[in-house]
């Protein structure tokens, strides 16, 4: 499954040169994965409230063009792997048929203390 998220480009998200500060691109690819795990009816409040929550353990980031000022961005977030600790995605930032940035995120449940958790079995099997 392949979880589709766009995304415009604002002058706010640009550099001097006009083009995406390189940064943005990793809130652009929060964004797409919040947005992910809310269409999966995973309800991160309630997590949270259970005592467990989603961080980033990993990002492998490549830029291969830059995106411009109102430029309309695709977020294409698929799963690489599941286990029962962690899920790694490959996020990739699209214009049209353009590949501009390509991420692999490694995703971890933690519990109030920060020590590592088992990603609950409605994550588990929801991700499948």
């Not at 309630?46 to 492998?60: I, N, P, W, Y």
């Not at 977030?77 to 490959?90: C, D, E, F, K, P």
Request: with cysteine; proline share 2%; net charge neutral.
């Amino acid at each position: 499954m392949t979880h589709q998220f766009p995304v415009r480009v604002y002058y706010e998200d640009t550099d001097l040169a006009g083009i995406v500060y390189y940064a943005n691109y990793l809130k652009f690819i929060e964004r797409a994965r919040s947005e992910w795990v809310r269409e999966l009816g995973i309800d991160q409040v309630a997590m949270k409230a259970a005592g467990l929550v989603f961080a980033v353990r990993r990002v492998e980031a490549d830029y291969l063009s830059p995106a411009r000022f109102d430029d309309l961005l695709q977020i294409e977030t698929s799963i690489s792997r599941t286990t029962g600790v962690r899920l790694s995605l490959q996020q990739d930032v699209m214009r049209e048929e353009t590949l501009l940035f390509r991420a692999v995120v490694t995703i971890i449940c933690m519990d109030e203390t920060g020590t590592v958790a088992r990603l609950p079995a409605q994550i588990r099997q929801s991700t499948r």
